[in-house]
């Protein structure tokens, strides 16, 4: 267990977050463009509804992308965090966590934006369901102070309860 002693590492804490928390909402941010664009008849709609075999193509493709990405980004996180940041001094542990985190929204990216325009272009559910499964996949990537703290292991150490504790014996 690593710990936090001071302020200004407390402060450096924060900033962290609200740096993930600001990739989260760019992540949200760009389905809900394409989401606008389409309702609104900018991107094309259903210019592959009459063409099946290119809708299918599409749309196994999207699957496969969705399938393969949403447990890849959630799996190679969690291995990489315990296999390469946790050996990692605090400093290096933070960038390579943020970097990770990163990635893994990116990862999770990738089916969003392929599926939700395929589905505007095949009218088929189907991305729209893949679109949904790697949006909820999204909510295991909410960063928070207590997720950081657990997943980097670290603790704050409250020199005026510890100090307060050594008067009382």
């Known amino acids: ?70 447990p890849m980004s959630l799996k190679i996180f969690s291995w990489v965090l315990t296999h390469k940041i946790d050996k990692l001094p605090l400093e290096s542990a933070v960038r390579q966590y943020v970097l990770w985190n990163y990635l893994r929204l990116s990862l999770l990216e990738l089916p969003v934006i392929l599926n939700l325009v395929f589905y505007y272009l095949t009218m088929n559910n189907t991305g729209g369901l893949c679109t949904l499964i790697a949006l909820v996949a999204s909510f295991f990537c909410l960063p928070g102070e207590s997720r950081v703290m657990t997943e980097l292991h670290l603790d704050i150490k409250d020199n005026q309860n510890s100090d307060q504790n050594t008067e009382k014996k």
């Open 1 to 70: 267990m690593k710990e936090i002693k001071d302020m200004k590492e407390i402060k450096e804490l924060k900033h962290i977050v609200k740096v993930l928390r600001i990739g989260y909402v760019a992540f949200w941010c760009i389905p809900l463009l394409i989401l606008m664009l389409g309702e609104t008849n900018v991107l094309p709609l259903g210019i592959w509804v009459g063409n099946s075999s290119t809708a299918y193509i599409a749309n196994t493709i999207g699957i496969l992308c969705m399938a393969f990405c949403v």
